[in-house]
């Protein structure tokens, strides 16, 4: 099992990266298009085991705040859940953009993701507020953040694909 940075795509990857998206969020998934774009402007990670994909995590920086990235996703095979596969994904994630001297990140989740909610607190996240109709009326997020240790915000070598 690894955890890599996807930097140059191919067409197929890129459609199996979707349809991961599509089958863990639905229509909430990234598309093509989107992930093509965070690809390349943004850091997507691939956890793969033999060549199979088992999760994905897209990532942005804030423009406002160059020390903060912002995890658009983090997303595990439906059928691999549940055997610690996620948190074993999120500290490589955390040890990886450490390098790029990011000092904390910061997520959404939907407030009656209660699974979601408990995975992120119980890998050291902590809410720090809710925005009502966050993504429309009716779809509340709540807001969560971890800051990562000076020692971890290091230069250093990235994970390629």
Known sequence: MKATLIKNPSSELLSKLAQHEQSVFGQAGLDEWSLGYLIRHGR???????????GLAELIRDFDKPDTAFLI???IKSEKQNQGLGSYF???L?????NSYVSKVILTVDSKN???????KKNGFIQF?????YYGQGKDRLLFKRHLPPACRQAGSAIGY
Do not use: T
């Open 44 to 54: 997507v990670y691939l956890l793969e085991d033999d060549y199979e994909v088992m």
């Open 73 to 75: 996703g983090l997303s």
């Open 90 to 92: 999120l500290e490589e």
């Open 94 to 98: 955390i040890r990886e953009i450490s």
């Open 114 to 120: 209660h699974p979601a909610v408990s995975f992120y």
């Open 129 to 133: 507020d809710q925005i009502k109709d």
